[in-house]
């Protein structure tokens, strides 16, 4: 890292390293998709779109790419379950066990008001994909103490503006309009049955 990006790095001193040095509560993760990293065999391209985690792949020395046949948000991202799972237990693994709240998780879809509700089986599916290998993770000893949902209510996503749906209620951006989702209505059964 400090070959890479040292200009860019804080400077520690001794008392501050000791200070932060074992003082971490939890390891709070976002985890929305899932990519392979190779090794580059020459200069890394740089990213063209607005969207991409520009300069994230460059200061890794690392060639990101997915598989064709993962199916896409309307972010364009990969839905790989697995891949949380993997995750989670490199994470477990590699720092000693640590409490892990997964903090974000979730996706775009295009979602259309359409009466008096918004049916996104899609969002069902990846929410019920991603938990089950949650639990899967909790099951080989992983310690993920919680999980969020992104996002309560659609809302303004970055560069993509309110193009973007996430949340498990719709919000009619015209007028403040709320209508809960499938996907609202399913969550709500799995948290009062405390599972899947």
Not at 6 to 30: H, K
Request: proline fraction near 5%; charge should be negative.
């Amino acid at each position: 890292m400090k070959a890479r990006v040292g200009g860019r790095l804080p400077r520690f001193t001794p008392e501050d390293r000791a200070l932060i040095q074992g003082s971490v509560d939890y390891f709070g993760l976002n985890h929305y998709t899932t990519m392979y990293a190779s090794e580059p065999q020459g200069q890394i391209p740089l990213p063209e779109d607005v969207e991409s985690n520009s300069g994230l792949s460059e200061d890794h020395g690392v060639i990101l790419s997915t598989d064709d046949n993962w199916p896409k948000t309307e972010m364009g991202w990969s839905i790989v379950p697995w891949g949380c799972r993997k995750l989670l237990e490199w994470i477990d693994a590699r720092y000693d066990r640590p409490e892990i709240w997964l903090t974000e998780n979730g996706c775009a879809m295009k979602d259309e008001w359409t009466g008096d509700t918004v049916d996104d089986a899609g969002r069902v599916d990846f929410l019920k994909q991603y938990l089950v290998e949650c639990h899967a993770a909790l099951q080989k000893g992983v310690r993920l103490k919680g999980y969020f949902v992104w996002s309560f209510l659609d809302n303004f996503e970055w560069c993509s503006g309110y193009s973007k749906r996430f949340g498990l209620y719709y919000v009619d951006f015209p007028t403040g309009r709320r209508v809960p989702k499938t996907s609202a209505q399913w969550y709500r059964n799995v948290i009062r049955q405390n599972g899947l």
